[in-house]
């Protein structure tokens, strides 16, 4: 697993993903020396490197960046990789950008633009970091919980709910990525099914109820 960008979903899902038996490349915009205490933190299956290095790495390669960094998530070694988008676009943040606040793209088809030969799926977005450490559960769990995902293409998207599978969580197929803002920020799958960031243990959310608040989403 490589990840461009370590924040807080970035290390929360190195956490997971090393815990399920994953090597993970960490990186982010200010260099792998950043970034030694965490790899230090996770134990001998992570590493620190460039954004470049970590897309190298990556048989799934995580961007988990400020949207407007999406012009310098690095396009060549993610060609042809399954790439997850973790990430939301808040103008506050990102300043204003016409596409997405027009609402004639999605933020993950404008990380399409900048790599093009990715093979993107938009997911882990929706949730609050310290929900998505906490609600993890192993396969058969009765309180298992959901997590939407969006992608335009079958294999890529399979790779990932593999992954998400192995991490504690079981997937609904939300769509295309002209379908993913169906989850992104302010909508009904976003955050609030999990329960309020205040407790950070979060509630377990089942299939049904994030088929249902996917489809009462409005645009």
């Known amino acids: 697993m490589g990840f461009i960008g370590s924040g807080s979903i970035g290390r929360t899902l190195a956490r997971l993903a090393v815990g399920a038996g994953h090597q993970v490349v ?13 790899a230090e933190e996770l134990g001998p ?15 799934i390669v995580v961007v988990t960046v400020p949207v407007s960094a999406f012009p310098h998530v690095p396009a060549a070694p993610l060609a042809g990789k399954t ?10 943040r990102d300043g204003h950008i016409p596409e997405l606040d027009s609402k004639s793209l999605t933020s993950s ?6 790599v093009p030969d990715a093979l993107l799926v938009k997911a ?3 949730i609050f970091f310290k929900h998505l450490l906490s609600l993890a559960r192993p396969v058969g769990a009765a309180d298992r919980s959901y997590l939407p995902i969006a992608g335009d293409s079958a294999p890529a998207k399979a790779a990932v709910t593999e992954f998400i599978d192995s991490i504690g969580y079981s997937v609904v ?4 990525l002209a379908d993913s803002w169906r989850q992104a920020t302010a909508t009904p799958v976003w955050g609030t099914p999990y329960g309020p960031f205040s407790n950070e243990k979060g509630q377990p959310v089942g299939r049904d109820a994030i088929r249902a608040a996917l489809a009462t989403a409005t645009r």
């Open 45 to 59: 299956q992570a590493s620190a490197a460039t954004s470049e290095e970590a897309a190298a790495a990556g048989d």
């Open 83 to 92: 790439v997850i988008d973790t990430c939301n676009y808040g103008p506050e």
């Open 109 to 114: 088809e404008l990380l399409l633009r900048y």
């Open 124 to 126: 882990f977005n929706n």
């Open 26 to 38: 960490l990186s982010n915009s200010r260099g792998p020396e950043t970034l030694v205490d965490t």
């Open 173 to 176: 197929d939300a769509g295309t």
